[in-house]
């Protein structure tokens, strides 16, 4: 499932959540993810955050290896929640992506 972070790994993600659904690309070449979430608390969506920001920073840290690669977790990551649900996406088109999720909710 790929590096959260020292101390923020899968465990720690799904010890709070309803749902989970990660789609990882396993070649750090290709930037394209997107992690979906359902936390039973609301209380729990800042933590979720948090543990998928660090997804990302470790990627930028150079968990991605390709130059390419880092530039593309850097510049093309989001991660948005509305209510009880958090996304996280590592896309080119991330912008399109968010807005599609937040229609769900609109």
Known sequence: A???G???G???LYSVVEQCLPYINMMTMNTSEIVLVQ???SSDVDKVKSI???RIDAQVEGGAWYP???DAWQNN???VSNGNFVMLVAHTGADSVVEQFNALFA
Request: charged share 15%; no cysteine; aromatic share 4%.
């Open 2 to 4: 790929g590096n959260f």
């Open 6 to 8: 020292v101390g923020n």
């Open 10 to 12: 899968p465990e720690k």
């Open 39 to 41: 936390v039973t608390n």
């Open 52 to 54: 998928l920001q660090s």
């Open 68 to 70: 390419s690669a880092i």
């Open 77 to 79: 990551s989001r991660i």
